[in-house]
């Protein structure tokens, strides 16, 4: 910026610069201020709070020692949960400017909550810890991204920034891949239910196999959809992978720790979902050269085969004769080998029949036959001597079994006595009264009934 300097005469004099208007002046110092300050956050307390008409609100942030302007206009507080009121204590983040109408410098803010964690931080930490504790950021659930994805689906606003730059990549990197853009508000109230519907109709439609949600960068209020529990849900429950990339770097949305991926900015995701279109066309030739190369070394082998199998080759009527000139060849030999056989084979049939002649077995038989007839001789007188010896020996010991045997004492008169179990009753106290016996005499048995037993 281009600086001057000025005398206490106020007359032109051609050796004084032109004097700066009033307007030129607050331009200057105002650009000046937003030049020298990116966004800051500032502590204060809020008084002569004015909401006006318009919807935009003016206020005084102050300490005990100072005090600043501030203003919020109405596209920045309408999403606001938290109410301005006199008295609050706050932090705002803002953007150092100036008003030129009055020279007044003031702070131009796009977000304010109550100082400590705010209720926005408050909420968000509360539905973090609530999910991690129902598992949707447990990463056994994480579904792989497709390294080629076949279509793409886009869960964002149709007019913001996001889908431009997802574009804006795809189109460098990956022209040839389909997208289809599921519109949904991304920021106020009803963002988080549509950015739900939308999942849950990209999963419906079937064509994509990897989802992006997301959106360009703002304040934590305009970031509020994406940490939303039904937005959570809805990624948790998807079927299709998704890439969650809301804000900037460093905004980390409830959606980053339930997608499959978390992608710093849209632009980043699209760079990780789409391959390089430059890599695989280099890819591509350097395969291309291979097969030219396996193609030219393949045609080279069966050339020269070609050649070898040509030189070999020889005229069919010269293959023929020299076939018949081989067989008949083996027809003479096997004539030779033929009569040859059959010579030895009569020689080794007169050799045999002599042999048979010498060793004829007839007199054997003749003597074996004699010897037999000696030795059936022999073995019938034999058998008819111990046939005897035993019929005498089995005479004698009938004679004593007989002597010895019950039988031969019943046929003297005497009888023997049975109970029921077949004992026999050798004494007069094993009767028992009124029960059966048995008597077995020589020639049979009979049953009775004890009535009486006398004991002698």
Request: glycine share 6%; proline share 4%; with cysteine.
């Amino acid at each position: 910026m281009q600086s001057y300097s000025h005398s206490p005469n106020l007359s032109r004099t051609s050796a004084t610069p032109l004097a700066l208007s009033v307007t030129e002046l607050n331009r200057q110092v105002k650009s000046l201020l937003e030049s020298s300050f990116l966004t800051i956050h500032v502590e204060g307390e809020l008084s002569n709070v004015v909401k006006a008409s318009s919807g935009h609100w003016y206020f005084t942030l102050k300490d005990r020692g100072a005090q600043v302007r501030c203003a919020m206009f109405r596209n920045r507080n309408q999403y606001l949960k938290y109410q301005a009121k006199n008295g609050d204590k706050v932090v705002v983040r803002a953007k150092v400017s100036l008003y030129p109408g009055r020279g007044d410098y003031q702070l131009i803010c796009d977000y304010i909550e109550e100082s400590g964690i705010g209720s926005l931080q408050q909420a968000y930490e509360a539905l973090k810890q609530k999910l991690l504790q129902q598992g949707l950021f447990d990463p056994a659930f994480k579904k792989p991204i497709p390294t080629h994805p076949q279509h793409l689906g886009v869960i964002t606003s149709p007019t913001g920034a996001a889908v431009h730059d997802i574009l804006t990549v795809l189109r460098r990197r990956f022209p040839s891949l389909p997208v289809t853009l599921f519109p949904t508000a991304v920021q106020g109230a009803e963002a988080a239910t549509q950015i739900a519907n939308a999942i849950q109709l990209a999963n419906e439609d079937g064509r994509c196999d990897v989802l992006i949600v997301g959106r360009g960068g703002g304040s934590l209020e305009d970031l509020w959809p994406f940490n939303e529990e039904v937005v959570a849900h809805s990624i948790f429950h998807s079927h299709i992978p998704i890439i969650s990339a809301v804000g900037h770097e460093v905004d980390v949305s409830i959606a980053d720790f339930v997608a499959d991926l978390r992608a710093a900015t849209p632009s980043a995701a699209a760079e990780l979902i789409s391959p390089d279109q430059q890599q695989i066309l280099l890819r591509l030739q350097q395969i291309q050269q291979r097969l030219i190369q396996a193609w030219k070394r393949n045609h080279q082998q069966q050339q020269q085969r070609l050649q070898w199998t040509r030189s070999r080759l020889r005229h069919p009527g010269d293959k023929l004769k020299e076939q018949a000139q081989k067989l008949d060849d083996l027809e003479l030999r096997m004539r030779r080998a033929v009569r040859h056989t059959i010579e030895r084979q009569q020689q080794q049939f007169s050799q045999l029949q002599q042999r048979y002649q010498r060793c004829s077995p007839s007199p054997r038989i003749v003597a074996g036959q004699q010897r037999k007839d000696e030795l059936e001789h022999r073995l019938v007188s034999l058998m008819q001597g111990l046939l005897k010896q035993q019929q005498l020996k089995l005479s004698g010991l009938a004679a004593t079994l007989n002597s010895v045997s019950p039988l031969a004492t019943l046929d003297r008169g005497y009888a023997i006595v049975q109970d029921d179990a077949g004992k026999v009753i050798q004494d007069i106290n094993h009767i028992v009264m009124d029960g059966s016996i048995e008597t077995r005499l020589s020639n049979g048995r009979f049953l009775s009934t004890v009535t009486q037993v006398i004991k002698e």
